[in-house]
């Protein structure tokens, strides 16, 4: 038996028992008034007298049973008003963003949290379509509907939905069926994880990274020994061209130009070995994490040695760089140099891929105010929104498609400027280009040279 049949069923019980009661006790109080004052009454008085006491029983037992009614009403009201009072506040106060509708997908309740969620009023959805399905996900929430109409749960599942913006956000969905004065509803409560979602791909992130990280460290230690050698076959060789004037064995060895030109190509060849065999000294040095050396560095000098090692990319991108160093000429800077040739590659690589076949890269150093340096990085590439750049120095985020980044790079840019003393600016617009500045303080010596100059 439900709670409601109950109430009636003792409602009722109620009524007629204190009907009964009334009724009782007006015959009986008119009996005694009878008794004492109308003995002597004739059969008309007895008469009249009987149908005034039907007549004042009726009206009291009307006027009471009206009353125990709207009484009875009264209470009812008050009682539905509290609970629906009650399960609005607990519908608005629920965390997750609840919608009920029926099978054709008509809203019919919508709460505080989906309007927060959504971006959707209450007044827009109520009495219309569902309008927060995307396309590729109407099949699978009829599917749901089957499976919940079929007594299946649907639980904690995760999802699409779409926003007022037309934004595609990730979801967790549960879908409930809900039963009203015989209609079946569907209730569907929704929370954003987008937050647990982008966490989720940071940690495979850094799961793949550490394993890559392991894999590089294993291949710096491979490739160590063999750059070692070749290093040394290009100096024996070197230094045997300058021995015999510049020729290696033959006459024909002058299709490679002339005698220093051959000269100069096998320093540029030892250079770069040098320049690999450093990066995989710097691979296992990471592995291990030492503790930075800094010390005076020209920064000229690192400049060249990281455009000179980004050249055949360059080459490849058609791309031209252009470069005013002449107010850092003879400037060093306090820095680790693996550091600072780490932080420079990866501002110029960024701007190499920025940048379409033939594009420009601007490299200039200015000196902004006494005691420090500033080296500007500027190219002609696609910009960065406005969007971007407030997430753009963001452990993980990236603009380049999959494969092509791991959004790392101007993070570590920034902490290796910060650990220098120093910090990275990134300015630039859609479509126009961007422009990184690095601001570095000088050496004492250097710092006081360029006040006395």
């Given at each position: 038996m439900g709670?409601?049949?109950q109430e009636?069923?003792?409602?009722w019980?109620?009524?007629i028992?204190?009907?009964i009661?009334i ?6 109080f ?8 109308f003995?002597?009454?004739n059969y ?5 007298l ?12 009307a006027t ?8 009875q009403?009264r ?17 608005e ?18 709460n505080?949290?989906?309007e927060?969620?959504?971006?959707f009023s209450?007044?827009e959805?109520?009495g219309?379509?569902l309008?927060?399905v ?6 699978e ?7 919940v109409d079929s007594?299946q749960?649907v639980?904690?599942?995760?999802t699409?939905?779409r ?7 990730e979801?967790?969905?549960s879908?409930?069926?809900?039963r ?9 409560v929704?929370a ?5 979602v982008?966490l ?17 460290a294993?291949?710096a ?13 290009v100096q ?9 004037g510049g ?5 024909t ?16 060849l030892e ?12 691979l ?17 000098a ?12 360059v080459n ?10 002449a ?9 680790d140099?693996n550091?600072?040739e780490t ?6 690589s ?10 420009n ?13 500033e ?6 590439g696609?910009?960065?929104c406005e ?18 980044g ?8 920034r902490n ?16 126009k280009?961007?422009?990184a500045t690095v ?9 006081a040279q360029?006040?006395?100059?």
């Amino acid at each position: 038996m439900g709670d409601g049949e109950q109430e009636r069923r003792w409602f009722w019980a109620t009524l007629i028992l204190s009907s009964i009661s009334i009724v009782a006790l007006v015959f009986a109080f008119w009996e005694l008034v009878e008794n004492h004052y109308f003995r002597d009454l004739n059969y008309i008085s007895l008469h009249y007298l009987y149908i005034s006491r039907g007549i004042a029983s009726s009206l009291l037992l009307a006027t009471w049973a009206a009353w125990f009614v709207l009484r009875q009403r009264r209470l009812a009201e008050e009682e539905l008003r509290r609970s629906r009072e009650r399960y609005r506040g607990l519908l608005e106060a629920s965390p997750g963003a609840v919608a009920l509708y029926d099978s054709s997908l008509l809203v019919w309740e919508w709460n505080a949290a989906a309007e927060r969620l959504f971006g959707f009023s209450k007044a827009e959805v109520i009495g219309h379509a569902l309008p927060t399905v995307p396309a590729e996900k109407e099949l699978e929430l009829q599917n749901f509907l089957q499976m919940v109409d079929s007594g299946q749960s649907v639980l904690d599942h995760e999802t699409l939905r779409r926003n007022r913006q037309g934004e595609v956000i990730e979801v967790q969905l549960s879908l409930l069926p809900f039963r009203e004065r015989g209609h079946g509803y569907f209730l569907e409560v929704t929370a954003d994880i987008r937050e647990r979602v982008r966490l989720r791909q940071t940690l495979l992130e850094v799961e793949k990274l550490t394993s890559m990280g392991k894999m590089a460290a294993g291949t710096a230690h491979h490739l160590n020994t063999p750059l070692a050698s070749m290093l040394l076959r290009v100096q024996m060789m070197r230094e045997r061209a300058g021995a015999n004037g510049g020729s290696p064995a033959s006459p024909t060895s002058g299709s490679l130009g002339s005698p220093n030109g051959f000269a100069g190509e096998l320093e540029q060849l030892e250079g770069a070995i040098g320049f690999c065999q450093q990066f995989v000294r710097r691979l296992l040095d990471f592995s291990r994490r030492p503790t930075p050396q800094k010390q005076p560095e020209e920064v000229t000098a690192v400049i060249e040695a990281v455009l000179g090692f980004l050249a055949p990319s360059v080459n490849a991108k058609k791309a031209r760089v252009t470069t005013d160093l002449a107010a850092a000429a003879g400037i060093c800077v306090m820095a680790d140099r693996n550091e600072l040739e780490t932080l420079l590659l990866i501002l110029l690589s960024n701007a190499l891929d920025a940048i379409s076949s033939g594009g420009n890269i601007a490299v200039r150093c200015r000196h902004p105010e006494p005691g420090a340096m500033e080296l500007e990085i500027r190219d002609d590439g696609c910009g960065i929104c406005e969007a971007d750049m407030r997430r753009i120095f963001e452990p993980f985020f990236t603009t380049k498609p999959p494969g092509k980044g791991t959004g790392l790079g101007l993070a570590i840019a920034r902490n290796i400027a910060a650990e220098h003393g120093g910090l990275i600016r990134l300015e630039g617009a859609p479509g126009k280009g961007a422009a990184a500045t690095v601001r570095l303080p000088l050496c004492r010596a250097a710092a006081a040279q360029g006040a006395a100059s």
